[in-house]
């Protein structure tokens, strides 16, 4: 049973630029959540997403968007990247989105901008 | 406003040895509370998993309490392994919605 996996592992962008991770969930999962944490810190919510809709927001502005796809698969969209976007991305895959069902997490997209 | 708050920040023991993290927070109305083991780098992996009616769960070496009316829970590792050395993330969700809160972490390191 495949669990959460998260592409690409690492990444280097330059300030300015635009990146998409991608995230596949748990097998038989339907909640996608996206985190951000930085270094030495707890994750912090992006945004979750059921039936291919944002369903939570955290406070993040809008360069962060995202996507669910019909197959669960999911993306994290950060537009006009700032050195403060440097951090480990963190997918979690759930079931039941409205009872906070038990996170899976995936190993993470380390960002790194210059 | 809903917080979690974590106990202490970092911690050293020596191998063999036990300790106890603590978490104490204001979601409301409470679900559930969980404990995570994040490897420096890692995704963080789920140790427990306690509702409102549940005071005391264990996984191994790694036995976890709550107490719903002080808000408070605790995470205590026995007999301790090099490969404790992790930071432990506390988590409550409440209901009503997805709310899902992260305490920043406590940064265990277990020394030979």
């Known amino acids: 049973d495949a669990g959460v996996t998260q592409s690409p592992t690492h990444l280097i962008k330059t300030r300015g630029q635009q990146v998409t991770l991608r995230c596949s969930p748990k097998s038989g999962h339907d909640t996608v959540s996206w985190y951000q944490q930085a270094l030495g810190q707890g994750p912090q919510f992006i945004f979750q997403y059921y039936e291919e809709e944002e369903r939570q927001r955290g406070n993040f502005p809008d360069r962060f968007s995202g996507h669910q796809f019909p197959n669960y698969s999911s993306e994290l969209n950060v537009n006009a990247l700032l050195l403060g976007d440097s951090a480990l991305y963190l997918c979690a895959s759930s079931l039941e989105w409205k009872t906070g069902g038990e996170l899976f997490f995936g190993e993470g997209s380390r960002l790194t901008v210059l | 406003k809903n917080q979690v708050e974590q106990s202490p920040q970092s911690l050293i023991i020596l191998e063999g040895k036990n300790c106890t993290l603590q978490?104490?927070?204001?979601?409301?109305?409470?679900?559930?509370l969980r404990w995570y083991k994040q490897d420096t780098g890692r995704g963080p992996v789920s140790l427990t998993i306690?509702?409102?009616?549940?005071n005391t769960k264990s996984n191994g070496r790694y036995t976890a309490t709550l107490d719903a009316d002080t808000k408070q829970s605790s995470l205590h590792i026995t007999a301790s392994q090099l490969s404790d050395s992790a930071s432990y993330i506390c988590v409550v969700s409440a209901y009503g919605g997805f709310k899902t809160i992260f305490g920043a972490g406590t940064r265990l390191f277990v020394k030979a």
């Open positions: 978490c104490n927070y204001t979601v409301s109305p409470f679900s559930n």
């Open positions: 306690m509702t409102f009616s549940e």
